[in-house]
């Protein structure tokens, strides 16, 4: 069965700095991948989604991913923090059959 | 154009008691999905739609049954609420059109407790 695994629960990061987010995923082919966010008290956002062709997918906002096979992962990526990026963010995959299968997600809070 | 809309917004219920959940997107989208989110365990899939008059389960569908007599309106119902079924519960829709690669649209949430 299809997983997504998100190993940072809570990221603190300062403004203006840079932002990493982790995703793995395990699933025999390659997956479509989503990056979702979540601001609080509201629904979830699409970032951006990778299915097939450049590697390196932008998203809004200013997030940008990349998918590498090797690794099983399609990490999310901003270079500068802005406050209003304060949220919570999902990992999530559909192996095919248009269900989505989400990660736990990480909470990121942005500092002054 | 309002999207994905999700009533009520928040809810307390007392065991045992049954309520429906309404959502309605206004998108003509064929895709209808019920998630619940639970603390460090992201969302889960309870029932979903592929069209007007289908249903499917999902990944926890157990204690929540679903029905989707109108292509806009998927309905959640809990018959016998328990205490584990508190739960912020999301809705989503998707066009239906590209399968897999389809971006779902959510509404909201409710949050519902149940004592």
């Known amino acids: 069965a299809q997983s997504v695994t998100q190993p940072d629960i809570h990221i603190t990061v300062s403004e203006g700095a840079s932002l990493e987010l982790r995703c793995n995923y395990s699933?025999?082919?390659?997956?479509?991948l989503f990056w979702y966010v979540q601001s609080p008290g509201q629904g979830l956002q699409l970032l951006l989604k990778y299915f097939s062709g450049d590697t390196l997918v932008q998203g809004i906002k200013g997030f940008e991913a990349e998918f590498k096979r090797s690794q099983s992962s399609f990490n999310l990526r901003k270079p500068s923090v802005h406050w209003s990026d304060a949220a919570e963010y999902f990992c999530?995959?559909?192996?095919?059959?248009?269900?989505?299968?989400f990660g736990a997600g990480t909470t990121v809070t942005v500092r002054a | 154009n309002a999207g994905v809309t999700q009533t009520p917004k928040f809810r307390v219920l007392k065991t045992g008691q049954s309520m429906t959940l309404l959502c309605a997107q206004d998108?003509?989208?064929?895709?209808m999905y019920w998630y619940r989110q639970d603390p460090g365990m992201g969302l889960r899939l309870i029932h979903y739609s592929v069209g007007e008059g289908t249903t499917a389960k999902g990944e926890v569908p157990d204690g929540y049954n679903v029905s989707r007599l109108k292509k806009q309106n998927f309905l959640l119902g809990l018959e016998s609420a328990a205490p584990s079924q508190t739960s912020v519960y999301f809705c989503a829709s998707s066009s239906g059109t590209s399968g897999s690669t389809d971006t779902q649209y959510f509404g909201p949430g409710t949050r519902l407790t149940v004592l």
């Open positions: 998108m003509n989208h064929e895709y």
């Open positions: 699933y025999g082919a390659t997956p479509y």
């Open positions: 999530a995959v559909a192996p095919g059959d248009y269900k989505l299968s």
